[in-house]
């Protein structure tokens, strides 16, 4: 059973619009989340990262939201752009000083100029 | 300075041989960590070592499949004999200390088991 759901498997977005990615959690433990990006044929890159006594973390063109209560985080690109075209992968961990990264199955965010 | 190393990048065997990938983690990282990536499951952890010391080798999936850190820049995983249900893409990754925090991934080794 999955504790970190990824439910769109792919979205597609024109460039300069807003892409919204969700990622749905079980685990009400879980209190550091991650957002990785990959291309293909090459290793997940790190993209931002929320601590659960925040509700918003923003970096540039990323954002991501966490919602306790409804265990639902999401990652915003505005705007999108084509070279945005990759996998992103959620993850979830519970409290500081672990290594129990639980990865999403990853949705494919294709970026249409 | 160079990332997460990895080798082979792609390996096609037999059923039944030997498969051996190895793991260069980032210099000063002390934390290691063998991802496996299928369609099904998405990345699964392996195995995670700290200096060195094997931690949680809960997500092995069998006998068949072992890994090794030897000293603090290289790691194997072996996997003997080798099946088709093995096939995947194995990811290694490495991260400084134990705190929470991003984790540096290698590019991965494809295998193919026929």
């Known amino acids: 059973d999955q504790q970190v759901k990824q439910n769109s498997p792919s979205l597609s977005v024109q460039e300069g619009r807003i892409s919204i990615l969700n990622c749905d959690y079980t685990n009400s433990m879980f209190d550091y989340f991650l957002w990785y990006k990959k291309y293909p044929a090459e290793g997940p890159t790190f993209l931002i990262s929320i601590s659960s006594i925040k509700d918003k973390n923003e970096d540039g063109r990323f954002t991501v939201f966490l919602n306790k209560s409804a265990k639902h985080l999401s990652l915003h690109i505005v705007p999108s752009q084509p070279g945005d075209s990759a996998v992103y992968f959620c993850?979830?961990?519970?409290?500081?000083?672990?290594?129990?990264?639980?990865f999403g199955t990853g949705t494919r965010l294709k970026v249409l100029a | 300075d160079a990332g997460v190393i990895q080798s082979p990048r792609h390996e096609v065997t037999e059923m039944g041989q030997e498969v051996t990938l190895r793991c260069k983690p980032i210099s000063g990282h002390n934390s290691l960590f063998w991802y496996r990536q299928t369609m099904m499951r998405g990345l699964e952890l392996l195995i995670y070592?700290?200096?060195?010391?094997?931690?949680?080798d809960s997500g092995m999936p069998e006998d068949r499949f072992s890994a090794k850190m030897p000293n603090a820049s290289f790691s194997t995983l072996k996997i003997q004999p080798s099946e088709p249900r093995d096939s995947a893409v194995y990811f290694c990754?490495?991260?400084?200390?134990?705190?929470?925090?991003?984790?540096?991934f290698g590019e991965g080794s494809r295998l193919t088991v026929l």
């Open positions: 993850a979830a961990m519970p409290a500081s000083g672990t290594y129990k990264y639980i």
């Open positions: 070592f700290n200096n060195n010391v094997p931690i949680d």
């Open positions: 990754a490495s991260r400084p200390g134990l705190a929470t925090g991003e984790l540096f």
